[in-house]
C-alpha cells in the first residue's frame, strides 16, 4: 500500500510539473462553497465520503465532511468449509464486522495553484472530528440436531469462541442479518494528507487524496477472539473525490 501511495504522489507530481498549456489568463472566479463526494480506499478496508467546504479566504477553505468506512482486522481471512456447498464463506475467530462513521471539521490549504489549464492544485488537509464504531455481532450457522432418517439441518445462531470449533461451523451468514444488534463505540480521529486537485473546469472539482488517520477509542474495538484487539486504528488512505463549486 505504501508503495502504491508513493507511486501516485509521483505520478501527479509528474503531470504537474510536465503539463503542456499556457498560464490562465481568464478572469479569476471568486468561489463561496464546495461539495465533492468521494470513494475511499484504506489499508484496512473502503468506504463513501462527503465534504462540504466553505472558503475563507481565495486559498483557504474550512471543511465539513462525513465518511463511512468498513475496517477489517489483519488477521481477517475469509474461509469455506466445503468450497461446494452452497453456504457462506466465514472468518473463523472474528466476533464483530466492525464499520467507522467520522464527522469532522478541517481546513484545507492550497499551496501550488493551478498555473495551467492542465496544471494541478496542490493542498494540504488537516481534519480532526469524532469517530463512531458499530460492531456487528457475526453470526454463523452450525449443524442442527441429527434426528435418524430425516436430513441433516443447520441453525443460525452468534459465533462464541468458547462453544464454536472450526469443525462446527458450517458456514457464514450475511452482514445484515441481525444488523441492529451491534454496539457503538465513540471516540476521536485525526486524519491528515495532501489533496490534488487536476479538473480542467474550474467550477468542477476532481481531486485525488492520499494521507494518513488515526481513530482512537476509549476501549478496544471487540472484532477478533484474541487479544491483537487495539483501541486504535492507523491507516494509510487514498480517495478519489467528485463536486462542484459555487460562488453563492
Known amino acids: 500500500m505504501r508503495k502504491i501511495l508513493f507511486i501516485l504522489i509521483l505520478i501527479f507530481s509528474a503531470q504537474s510539473f510536465y503539463s503542456q498549456g499556457t498560464v490562465f489568463e481568464e478572469k479569476r472566479t471568486i468561489y463561496k462553497r464546495e461539495q465533492a463526494f468521494g470513494l475511499v480506499v484504506h489499508t484496512r478496508g473502503w468506504g463513501l465520503s462527503y465534504r462540504y467546504g466553505q472558503y475563507t479566504s481565495g ?13 477489517k482486522h489483519p488477521k481477517n481471512t475469509k474461509v469455506f468449509q466445503n468450497p461446494q456447498a452452497a453456504s457462506n464463506g466465514f472468518v473463523y475467530g472474528q466476533l464483530n464486522s466492525v464499520m467507522l462513521l467520522r464527522a469532522s471539521i478541517g481546513n484545507h490549504k492550497t499551496f501550488i495553484s493551478k498555473q495551467s489549464v492542465r496544471g494541478i492544485a496542490i493542498s494540504s488537509i488537516i481534519n480532526v472530528g469524532l469517530s463512531f464504531v458499530y460492531a456487528k455481532p457475526i453470526y454463523i450457522e452450525v449443524l442442527g440436531e441429527f434426528k435418524v432418517d430425516e436430513e441433516p439441518k443447520t441453525d443460525i445462531v452468534r459465533y462464541d469462541p468458547e462453544i464454536h470449533d472450526f469443525d462446527a461451523i458450517v ?21 491528515a494528507g495532501l489533496n490534488f486537485e487536476s479538473s480542467r473546469q474550474a467550477d468542477k472539482i476532481n481531486a485525488l487524496e492520499v494521507g494518513v488517520v488515526l481513530d482512537v477509542y476509549y476501549k478496544k474495538i471487540p472484532m477478533m477472539a484474541n487479544d491483537f484487539n487495539k483501541i486504535y ?5 487514498v480517495s478519489l473525490t467528485f463536486g462542484s463549486k459555487k460562488t453563492e
Open 59 to 71: 486559498f483557504t477553505r474550512r471543511i465539513y465532511e462525513v465518511e463511512f468506512v468498513g475496517m
Open 171 to 191: 458456514g457464514g451468514t450475511s452482514l445484515f442479518y441481525n444488523f441492529f444488534t451491534g454496539s457503538i463505540y465513540p471516540g476521536a480521529f485525526i486524519k
Open 233 to 237: 486504528f492507523f491507516n494509510l488512505y
